[in-house]
């Protein structure tokens, strides 16, 4: 049994198991998952409490010849049609960052290649894919593309195949880093300022609103949730942000769940230092997520 206070992992997903009593926890757990350094693969935890966890357990490893061995960031667990997919992302040696949906028909796994490498557009820097399934059933990917390629961080739509193999159509810009009042340039490159986009995660309120959390920077170099509004209902938006972040104490790549208690909680990591990172669980009020 391990302490939540010594959990390293970094982007902590939640899946909770109520017939278990269960909760199941993913996240980007290689400590060597930064710049040229091999990877290792996903872990996951498991608790009844959030506080005491057994673990790690092995939930993807890479097989022999696999197209990436670095980056290996930020897995998410989604439930769809009868299987387990797990959404996350990987870098090349020749350093092109996708997301990739792996599959296993236990939620513990082992997990294996589904797509055929990154459903994320080839020829882009992308990562933190997430699923979102729309009112009509139909499933989408929601994904960042990268700062270091477009200076202005962005977050993009696509339909997905039924089987979430690939996507069908063409990518849809939702809205970028800047568009957001409360964020902040981490630094400037090649003259232009840029801004993060990270962990963009889909969340129907009780009363039906979509909202999208999201993470990246403030004006005080802070690492925060931030969260925004489809005005339209749908995932396409237009999108209007909270002017403030909803979580601004060093910690970020945020997601909602609710507890066996019906309460609602955001799980995110923090603080945002290498080696450093926790997982957090903050009780959220829905009222506190919406937009004024």
């Known amino acids: 049994m391990i302490k939540r206070q010594d959990v390293y992992i970094r982007d902590p997903f939640i899946v909770p198991v109520k017939e278990k009593q269960i909760y199941f926890m993913f996240g980007t757990t290689d400590k060597n998952c930064w710049g040229d350094e091999k990877a290792t693969g996903f872990d996951y935890y ?6 005491n966890f057994d673990g790690p357990y092995p939930a993807f490893r890479p097989p022999q010849g696999f197209w990436a061995d670095r980056n290996f960031w930020a897995p998410e667990v989604h439930f769809y049609k009868g299987q387990y997919y797990m959404f996350a992302t990987f870098c090349s ?8 949906v792996l599959v296993s028909s236990s939620l513990e796994g082992p997990y294996v290649e589904h797509s055929d490498g990154p459903v994320t557009p080839p020829n882009w820097m992308c990562l933190d894919g997430t699923l979102y399934i729309d009112q009509d ?126 309460e609602l909680m955001l799980s995110a990591h923090s603080p945002n230092s290498r080696g450093n990172e926790r997982p957090l669980f903050v009780k959220v009020d829905e009222k506190d997520l919406e937009i004024i």
């Open 46 to 51: 498991a608790t009844s409490d959030l506080e």
């Open 93 to 100: 040696p020749d350093g092109k960052r996708g997301t990739q």
């Open 137 to 262: 059933s139909n499933p989408w990917l929601v994904f960042c593309r990268e700062w270091v390629e477009v200076y202005d961080g962005q977050i993009w739509a696509a339909g997905l195949s039924d089987d979430l193999k690939r996507i069908v159509d063409k990518p849809i810009l939702l809205f970028t880093a800047s568009s957001a009042p409360w964020t902040a340039s981490i630094k400037v490159k090649d003259g232009r300022e840029c801004f993060v986009t990270d962990g963009p995660f889909l969340f129907r309120t009780q009363k039906g609103r979509l909202l999208m959390l999201w993470s990246r920077f403030d004006r005080d170099k802070r690492y925060c949730v931030g969260v925004a509004k489809t005005l339209s209902g749908g995932i396409l938006g237009p999108w209007q942000h909270k002017p403030e972040p909803i979580f601004s104490d060093d910690g970020g790549h945020g997601m909602l769940f609710r507890t066996f208690e019906g």
